[in-house]
């Protein structure tokens, strides 16, 4: 059996029918030990969807079966068309309640006659051609002169989509990896929402010593990579309803979950985990081995800057991007 996921939008595939001789029963019977399995592994269930198919024969890959055939009985979704509605739901679901463009950019690179590039995934909002963008938390405004995705030219970028973006007036040091995209023309203005002065986050420790206040470990956070030291460990939590156990403990112990601040020790932007997963989700590393992860739970925001251009203006940018 192979699993498809992607937020709400979920589904089983059950291949290899012809195994089974496409039998109804057998189907219902993985179905339901399925569900039984995700729930023991805490993986909600609600609204996945069954799809029985036989690739030997194609038998409900690409259509529904023919009345008659081995897999008349099923009434549901064929495979293709389960897989078109996970599509569909990578550009509506959002892992949040962020409305806003949110691009960590991945990479950073010059292209000849085109200039400046950045690509990365949109985790939320969408982007177009002639928009401005800003990067945080370095507060450089870029605009957009196009978008490419999968090789073609593209006008719009949506959630999900995995974008290269064309910019104008910047160089290649002004972005960096681990910086994220956010529209200019946001409501707030994005200007007050940059780089992160402290978190506090939920984190669940695996390290034989422990943490305490004062530990620094490398955050790996989207694309970002910035050392973060633990400046309080404020309360220690029951792992079994996720109630507080004991505040202000001195440590958190290997295996304990509990809540702590952190502070980056360099520029760092990311969401709170309810704001946008993707942006406040985090695991923690010490000489590249994982001593705990966790979600961001709030974030204090550093005081606002003013955006800035890139380092390449009028006749500078358009030389670059024919130079490059």
């Given at each position: 059996?192979?699993?498809?996921?992607?937020?709400?939008?979920?589904?089983?595939?059950?291949?290899?029918?012809?195994?089974v001789?496409?039998?109804?029963?057998?189907?219902?019977?993985?179905?339901?030990?399925?569900?039984?399995?995700?729930?023991?592994?805490?993986v909600?269930?609600?609204?996945v969807?069954?799809?029985?198919?036989?690739a030997?024969?194609?038998?409900?890959v690409?259509?529904?079966?023919?009345?008659?055939?081995?897999?008349?009985?099923?009434?549901?979704?064929y495979l293709?068309?389960?897989?078109?509605?996970?599509a569909?739901?990578?550009?509506?679901?959002?892992d949040?309640?962020?409305?806003e463009?949110?691009?960590?950019?991945?990479?950073?690179f010059?292209?000849?006659?085109?200039?400046?590039?950045?690509?990365?995934?949109?985790?939320?909002?969408?982007?177009?051609?002639?928009?401005?963008?800003?990067?945080?938390?370095?507060?450089?405004?870029a605009e957009?002169?196009?978008?490419?995705?999968?090789?073609?030219?593209?006008?719009?970028?949506?959630?999900?989509?995995?974008?290269?973006?064309?910019?104008?007036?910047?160089?290649?040091?002004?972005?960096?990896?681990?910086?994220?995209?956010?529209?200019?023309?946001?409501?707030?203005?994005?200007?007050a929402?940059?780089?992160?002065?402290?978190f506090?986050?939920?984190?669940?420790?695996?390290?034989?010593?422990?943490?305490?206040?004062?530990?620094?470990?490398?955050?790996?956070?989207?694309?970002?990579?910035?050392?973060?030291?633990?400046?309080?460990?404020?309360s220690?939590?029951?792992?079994?309803?996720?109630?507080?156990?004991?505040?202000?403990?001195?440590?958190?112990?290997?295996k304990d979950?509990?809540?702590?601040?952190?502070?980056?020790?360099r520029?760092?932007?990311?969401?709170?985990?309810?704001?946008?997963?993707?942006?406040?989700?985090f695991?923690?590393?010490?000489?590249?081995?994982?001593?705990?992860f966790?979600?961001?739970k709030?974030?204090?925001?550093?005081?606002?800057?003013?955006?800035?251009?890139?380092?390449?203006t009028?006749g500078?940018?358009?030389?670059?991007?024919?130079?490059?």
């Amino acid at each position: 059996m192979d699993v498809v996921a992607h937020s709400k939008e979920r589904f089983d595939e059950c291949g290899r029918m012809d195994v089974v001789a496409h039998s109804k029963e057998r189907f219902y019977e993985v179905a339901v030990a399925m569900t039984a399995a995700m729930k023991r592994a805490a993986v909600p269930s609600d609204g996945v969807r069954f799809v029985p198919v036989c690739a030997t024969t194609g038998a409900n890959v690409a259509s529904a079966p023919e009345q008659g055939s081995a897999l008349s009985w099923h009434t549901g979704s064929y495979l293709t068309e389960a897989l078109a509605a996970v599509a569909l739901a990578a550009h509506a679901n959002v892992d949040g309640t962020c409305k806003e463009l949110r691009m960590p950019v991945q990479d950073v690179f010059r292209v000849s006659g085109v200039g400046t590039v950045v690509c990365g995934k949109i985790e939320a909002g969408s982007v177009i051609k002639g928009a401005m963008l800003l990067f945080a938390p370095s507060g450089v405004c870029a605009e957009v002169k196009s978008i490419e995705a999968h090789g073609a030219s593209v006008e719009e970028g949506r959630p999900g989509d995995v974008v290269g973006i064309s910019l104008r007036g910047v160089a290649t040091g002004d972005v960096s990896r681990g910086c994220v995209a956010l529209s200019a023309q946001a409501s707030p203005p994005p200007p007050a929402q940059l780089a992160v002065e402290s978190f506090q986050a939920t984190v669940s420790v695996r390290r034989a010593g422990g943490v305490t206040p004062g530990y620094v470990a490398l955050l790996c956070v989207h694309t970002a990579h910035v050392p973060c030291r633990i400046s309080k460990v404020v309360s220690r939590l029951d792992k079994k309803t996720g109630k507080v156990a004991e505040d202000n403990p001195s440590s958190l112990g290997d295996k304990d979950v509990g809540t702590v601040e952190l502070m980056p020790l360099r520029p760092l932007f990311l969401e709170e985990r309810a704001v946008l997963g993707p942006l406040g989700r985090f695991v923690m590393q010490d000489h590249h081995q994982i001593v705990a992860f966790g979600a961001v739970k709030s974030v204090t925001r550093a005081p606002p800057v003013a955006c800035k251009p890139g380092s390449l203006t009028g006749g500078a940018a358009g030389a670059a991007a024919e130079g490059a």
